[in-house]
């Protein structure tokens, strides 16, 4: 006879609490584990204020805008000359293979959400129907497509929130980054990364008619890298760490979506991204084996990995559940579901497969930082073809052999 699996204590004295007060305590203490869970302190600290007006003022769910302040430093050159070629080939690439969202999209396809013969997500929905059944709660033909379109709209959603923060970031490190030819190549970034946001809102509002907040757990990592004054961390966090999931996210998606505008949509999104990680690696590379201190290097190693574990561990769409389950099932019932749906596991495996090769190549894996990526079940995604190593074709191709073995190897290391 198989043997009661023991709960955590915690989990049992919730167990006796009402439901919205169990919800209460739980969204606490997702908070205070967001830093806690963050192993270096130095990087926890640094992180504080952003998780503050993230988590706990919630400003990304304000209604108008929200300032903040970066203080970095511009870098105005005086020598104008020719000076990182790589960079130059990467600007000359990006100018000949801009693109226009308003005449190479077919703006005139009909797109309806409710139609499950095309689904915008594919088969494999990312709440498990079956599971929430486990769960007592039964959804009827139109409700799960209903949900489907919710959930389109927020993962979406989100994308467009992504783009507006690599808006600016890109705009930032643009002033900020020291080599001429680097800083034309940013102009095209930023040009691509408007074009980007214009897309995805014009996709929102027009064919979905739905939009949500940006997520507080996005909002302090964006929050993070755009008030941060060092331009080597904002590279790192927007062009590596957030383009890399970006990356990841819009392969899944495009891979899975039936909808036709929107996988076209994505398809010229994949191509300028795969160059906005290429530059981004390129351009740390540098930096990073030539400019800094041991000391910085390691700083840079550790608030890569923090950066990680927070993709990893904490988008769990509490957008969508406090709109559809939050009187049905708890906060920690939900994050459970969402963390195990096969749909959202197949997502954060190819956003790794993206991401870590890139560290590695650009000098952030280091044996010091190899246990604690282990650790985590991380490591099986190193030696992988890094951002100058992939064509548009790797990036476009659904990668499931590597991440059905990348994800036998993390559940081992787990
Ligand atoms: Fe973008
Ligand atoms: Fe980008």
């Given at each position: 006879?198989?043997?009661?699996?023991?709960r955590?204590?915690?989990?049992?004295?919730?167990?006796?609490?009402?439901?919205?007060?169990?919800?209460?305590?739980t969204?606490?203490?997702?908070?205070?584990?967001?830093?806690?869970?963050?192993?270096d302190?130095?990087?926890?600290?640094?992180?504080?204020?952003?998780?503050?007006r993230?988590?706990w003022?919630?400003?990304?769910?304000?209604?108008?805008?929200?300032?903040?302040?970066?203080?970095?430093p511009?870098?105005?050159d005086?020598?104008?000359?020719?000076?990182?070629?790589?960079?130059?080939?990467?600007?000359r690439r990006?100018?000949?293979n801009?693109w226009?969202?308003?005449?190479?999209?077919?703006?005139?396809?009909?797109?309806?959400?409710?139609?499950?013969?095309?689904?915008l997500?594919?088969?494999?929905?990312?709440?498990?129907?079956?599971?929430?059944?486990?769960?007592g709660?039964?959804?009827?033909?139109q409700?799960?497509?209903?949900?489907?379109?919710?959930?389109?709209?927020?993962?979406?959603?989100?994308?467009?929130?992504?783009?507006q923060?690599?808006?600016?970031a890109?705009?930032?490190?643009?002033?900020s980054?020291?080599?001429?030819?680097?800083?034309?190549?940013?102009?095209?970034?930023?040009?691509?990364?408007?074009?980007?946001?214009?897309?995805?809102?014009r996709?929102?509002?027009?064919?979905?008619?739905?939009?949500?907040?940006?997520?507080?757990?996005?909002?302090?990592?964006?929050?993070?890298?755009?008030?941060d004054?060092?331009?080597?961390?904002?590279?790192?966090?927007?062009?590596?760490?957030?383009?890399?999931?970006?990356?990841?996210?819009?392969?899944?998606?495009y891979?899975?979506?039936?909808?036709?505008?929107?996988?076209?949509?994505?398809?010229?999104?994949?191509q300028?991204?795969?160059?906005?990680?290429?530059?981004?690696?390129?351009?740390?590379?540098?930096h990073?084996?030539?400019?800094?201190?041991?000391a910085?290097?390691?700083?840079?190693?550790?608030?890569?990995f923090?950066?990680?574990?927070?993709m990893?561990?904490?988008?769990?769409?509490?957008?969508?559940?406090?709109?559809?389950?939050?009187?049905?099932?708890?906060?920690?019932?939900?994050?459970?579901?969402?963390?195990?749906?096969?749909a959202?596991?197949?997502?954060?495996?190819?956003?790794?497969?993206?991401?870590?090769?890139?560290?590695?190549?650009?000098?952030?894996?280091?044996?010091?930082?190899?246990?604690?990526?282990?650790?985590?079940?991380?490591?099986?995604?190193?030696?992988?073809?890094?951002?100058?190593?992939?064509?548009?074709?790797d990036?476009?191709?659904?990668?499931?052999?590597?991440?059905?073995?990348?994800?036998a190897?993390?559940?081992?290391?787990?």
């Amino acid at each position: 006879m198989d043997r009661p699996v023991k709960r955590p204590r915690l989990d049992r004295m919730l167990d006796g609490l009402p439901l919205p007060m169990q919800n209460k305590v739980t969204k606490v203490l997702e908070n205070v584990a967001l830093v806690a869970e963050i192993r270096d302190p130095k990087v926890g600290m640094g992180m504080l204020p952003s998780a503050y007006r993230g988590l706990w003022q919630r400003k990304g769910k304000g209604d108008d805008a929200v300032l903040m302040r970066s203080g970095h430093p511009v870098h105005f050159d005086l020598n104008y000359g020719s000076d990182f070629p790589e960079m130059y080939d990467l600007y000359r690439r990006a100018v000949a293979n801009q693109w226009d969202g308003e005449w190479q999209l077919d703006w005139s396809t009909q797109v309806d959400p409710m139609n499950p013969e095309i689904p915008l997500l594919g088969d494999t929905p990312f709440v498990p129907f079956d599971v929430l059944e486990k769960h007592g709660i039964k959804l009827d033909a139109q409700q799960r497509q209903t949900l489907s379109h919710h959930f389109a709209s927020w993962m979406l959603s989100q994308f467009m929130h992504g783009e507006q923060g690599a808006l600016y970031a890109s705009a930032q490190c643009t002033e900020s980054v020291k080599w001429v030819d680097a800083k034309l190549y940013g102009a095209t970034q930023v040009m691509d990364e408007g074009r980007h946001l214009e897309v995805f809102l014009r996709y929102l509002e027009t064919k979905l008619e739905r939009m949500y907040k940006v997520n507080d757990n996005l909002f302090v990592i964006i929050d993070d890298l755009l008030t941060d004054s060092r331009w080597d961390i904002k590279f790192l966090g927007m062009q590596i760490m957030v383009e890399g999931l970006a990356l990841g996210a819009f392969s899944t998606m495009y891979n899975q979506t039936r909808e036709p505008l929107l996988k076209n949509l994505l398809r010229y999104v994949i191509q300028d991204e795969a160059r906005h990680v290429h530059y981004g690696v390129l351009a740390l590379r540098e930096h990073i084996s030539k400019e800094l201190s041991d000391a910085e290097r390691r700083e840079r190693e550790d608030w890569a990995f923090e950066v990680a574990m927070l993709m990893r561990n904490r988008f769990f769409a509490h957008e969508i559940y406090e709109e559809w389950f939050e009187h049905k099932l708890s906060r920690r019932q939900w994050n459970e579901i969402i963390a195990n749906s096969p749909a959202m596991t197949k997502f954060r495996s190819i956003m790794f497969q993206r991401l870590v090769p890139n560290l590695e190549y650009i000098g952030l894996l280091s044996d010091r930082m190899r246990s604690y990526y282990d650790k985590a079940g991380l490591l099986a995604y190193a030696g992988g073809k890094n951002a100058s190593q992939l064509s548009e074709q790797d990036l476009l191709r659904d990668n499931d052999a590597m991440a059905a073995k990348a994800l036998a190897q993390e559940k081992a290391a787990a």
